[in-house]
Nanobody, 119 residues
Framework: QVQLVESGGGLVQAGGSLRLSCAAS????????MGWFRQAPGKDREFVAS????????IYADSVKGRFTISRDNAKNTVDLQMNSLKPEDTAVYYC????????????WGRGTQVTVSS
């Protein structure tokens, strides 16, 4: 059974940093793309960043380019999201997701972790 478990959320002041981690288990993800999404109150869920399980081909939403970095940790079997220069508009529940490279839809999702950025 596939499990994606997010951790690392919390409350931080504007300009600060947080590092989110997604622990993935339950199958081999070597042919998967791993993504981070977020959903703010009253808004639709939006794409933040994604990366191949191999650690290649990182993609970012324009709103986070230059501030967020997605990476893979082979030793821990995690997908991490380093978030710097955080803004109040980054406040959201952040979700980890996974999809096979052959499909367009992310079909595995974590339960999310709350990130709150105070001004």
């Amino acid at each position: 059974q596939v499990q994606l478990v997010e951790s690392g959320g919390g409350l931080v002041q504007a300009g600060g940093s947080l590092r989110l981690s997604c622990a993935a288990s339950g199958r081999t993800f070597s042919t998967y793309r791993m993504g981070w999404f977020r959903q703010a109150p009253g808004k639709d869920r939006e794409f933040v960043a994604s990366i191949m399980w191999s650690g290649s081909s990182a993609i970012y939403a324009d709103s986070v380019k230059g501030r967020f970095t997605i990476s893979r940790d082979n030793a821990k079997n995690t997908v991490d999201l380093q978030m710097n220069s955080l803004k109040p508009e980054d406040t959201a529940v952040y979700y980890c997701a996974a999809r096979a490279v052959q499909v367009d839809t992310y079909n595995y999702w974590g339960r999310g972790t709350q990130v709150t950025v105070s001004s």
